[in-house]
């Protein structure tokens, strides 16, 4: 069974850090590309950053210079490191697996944890 569980979500004022943690369970993880996304109300969830099985990342724009993606093979967990956050950034963050293997279609999501960035 494949588990993937976030967790670091919380409440912060502006211009402070967050960093989620997203750990994974049932999937070869290194064969997997790793995501994070966020969905705030009323809107449709985002890619925020992604980070492949080798170590390539891409981010939104709106992010880029404040967000990091990583990741962990051994401890099959990737980490969104988030700093000078915005109340913008207020969501919920969801993780999500994906195959690298172009030929497979297998993907998966977690259950998502609330960012609230608000004085």
């Known amino acids: 069974q494949v588990q993937l569980v976030e967790s670091g979500g919380g409440l912060v004022q502006p211009g402070g850090s967050l960093r989620l943690s997203c750990a994974a369970s049932?999937?070869?993880?290194?064969?997997?590309?790793m995501g994070w996304y966020r969905q705030a109300p009323g809107k449709q969830r985002e890619l925020v950053a992604r980070?492949?099985?080798?170590?390539?990342?891409d981010y939104v724009d709106s992010v880029k210079g404040r967000f990091t993606i990583s990741r962990d093979n051994a401890k099959t967990t990737v980490y969104l490191q988030m700093n000078n956050l915005e109340p913008e950034d207020t969501a919920v963050y969801y993780c999500?697996?994906?195959?690298?293997?172009?030929?497979?279609?297998?993907?998966?999501w977690g259950q998502g944890t609330q960012v609230t960035v608000s004085s």
């Open positions: 049932g999937i070869i993880f290194s064969l997997y590309n």
């Open positions: 980070i492949t099985n080798i170590g390539s990342t």
């Open positions: 999500k697996a994906e195959a690298a293997n172009p030929y497979r279609a297998d993907a998966y």
